[in-house]
């Protein structure tokens, strides 16, 4: 299965170098990105307050589970950031802007999320840090992987309930 473990690195770079960067835009202000000031100011104006907090948790998540995902650690935890976050940004952002990512919709981070529940489910491949630790191998339980990407659900919708109305725009 060679081929395979290099796909799966190949996809596991491609989607967690991704992901991180995009992060590492809210966090640190790279490649465009507007830092925690400007995300905070955006994350208020979706109804996140304080905005610094929650775009600093947006940052984070999508930083270290892009990361995990890249390197193949930590099995579901990766991609459970992932997921969370994706579905936050799905319900507060890209629902009302169609499917279509040309139009700012739901497109994109619905394809992240269907890559991180297929990676939390199936695995990294002989060619990750989780294949190196065998002792990781209990993070692949079924179990395990179904409960942390449940507990991810759950705190993309508990995020959504401390969501108050939207800042007034000037």
């Known amino acids: 299965m060679v081929s395979l473990d290099w796909g799966l690195l190949l996809a596991r770079l491609v989607i967690g170098i991704a992901l991180a960067a995009h992060g590492s835009q809210k966090l640190f202000g ?3 990105g507007h830092g925690i000031k400007g995300t905070g100011g955006f994350m208020e104006s979706l109804g996140f307050r304080p905005g610094a907090l ?3 948790l947006a ?3 999508e930083f270290f589970g ?3 995902v890249a390197v193949g650690f930590g099995g579901p935890i990766g991609p459970a950031l992932i997921v969370s976050t994706m579905l936050v940004a799905i319900v507060t952002v890209h629902a009302s802007k169609g499917f279509w990512n040309s139009d700012g919709g739901w497109e994109l981070p619905a394809t992240n999320i269907a890559v991180a529940i297929a990676f939390a489910t199936y695995g990294y491949g002989a060619l990750s840090v989780d294949a190196r630790l065998p ?3 209990v993070l692949h339980q079924p179990t395990v992987v179904w409960a ?6 759950v705190g993309a ?3 959504l309930l401390v969501r ?3 800042a007034p725009q000037p």
């Open 157 to 159: 919708i508990a995020n």
């Open 148 to 153: 942390v990407l449940g507990l991810s659900v």
């Open 66 to 68: 892009g990361l995990f």
């Open 30 to 32: 790279w490649y465009g």
């Open 59 to 61: 940052g984070l998540s």
């Open 135 to 137: 002792a990781l191998a």
């Open 164 to 166: 108050r109305s939207p």
């Open 54 to 56: 929650f775009a600093t």
